[in-house]
T-cell receptor, first 114, second 112 residues
């Protein structure tokens, strides 16, 4: 199993550009999430999904869109990039086993917006 | 909204010393998770605590969940250089998957 994969690993955007961060998992996990990590702020939840066709907002959803058309894929779209969106983005997938939602994180995408 | 505060932000120890990081939530949690992130890496799940007063051990790591389910701690006995990294707690209010709130993390440096 590849686990959780994310592409690209690095990306530089100009302000106003749009792009999609890809996330895929091959573990048939029901749950998936997107986080951003900024220095000194831990990980903040952007959007999450509890199954194909079902998504919900997290703590910092503004400026980002998601969709979940399949169990495997959970892309994150930046609509109009801003310098404040410079961050490291992590995708995670999870399943529930006796109420424990162990999350598996991808390697991350480092995004710089100039 | 829910806030999860974690202290200290940084901890430098000599190899062999103990280390503890503390996590406090502004609200009662249904469960709390702990993750470790090595420098340049991604977070890796360590454990989930659910019950009030729960204590779990993983080799040199001891995890505790407070009686009021609003605080938690991670204690590492006799640190090793392999323990270097950032340790995060993450609290969940409800029992469903969504809306896990992470603490800011404690960056542990171990000097050989």
């Amino acid at each position: 199993n590849a686990g959780v994969t994310q592409t690209p690993k690095f990306q530089v955007l100009k302000t106003g550009q749009s792009m999609t961060l890809q996330c895929a998992q091959d573990m048939n996990h029901e749950y998936m999430s997107w986080y951003r990590q900024d220095p000194g702020m831990g990980l903040r939840l952007i959007h999450y999904s509890v199954g194909a066709g079902i998504t919900d907002q997290g703590e910092v959803p503004n400026g980002y869109n998601v969709s979940r058309s399949t169990t495997e894929d959970f892309p994150l779209r930046l609509l109009s990039a801003a310098p404040s969106q410079t961050s490291v983005y992590f995708c995670a997938s999870s399943y529930s086993l006796a109420g424990i939602y162990e999350q598996y994180f991808g390697p991350g995408t480092r995004l710089t917006v100039t | 909204g829910q806030q999860v505060m974690q202290i200290p932000q940084y901890q430098h120890v000599q190899e062999g010393e103990d280390f503890t990081t503390y996590c406090n939530s502004s609200t009662t949690l249904s469960n709390i998770q702990w993750y470790k992130q090595r420098p340049g890496g991604h977070p890796v799940f360590l454990i989930q605590l659910v019950k009030s007063g729960e204590v779990k051990k993983q080799k040199r790591l001891t995890f505790q969940f407070g009686e009021a389910k609003k605080n938690s701690s991670l204690h590492i006995t006799a640190t090793q250089t392999t323990d270097v990294g950032t340790y995060f707690c993450a609290g969940r209010e409800g029992t469903s998957y969504g809306k896990l709130t992470f603490g800011q993390g404690t960056i542990l440096t171990v000097h050989p």
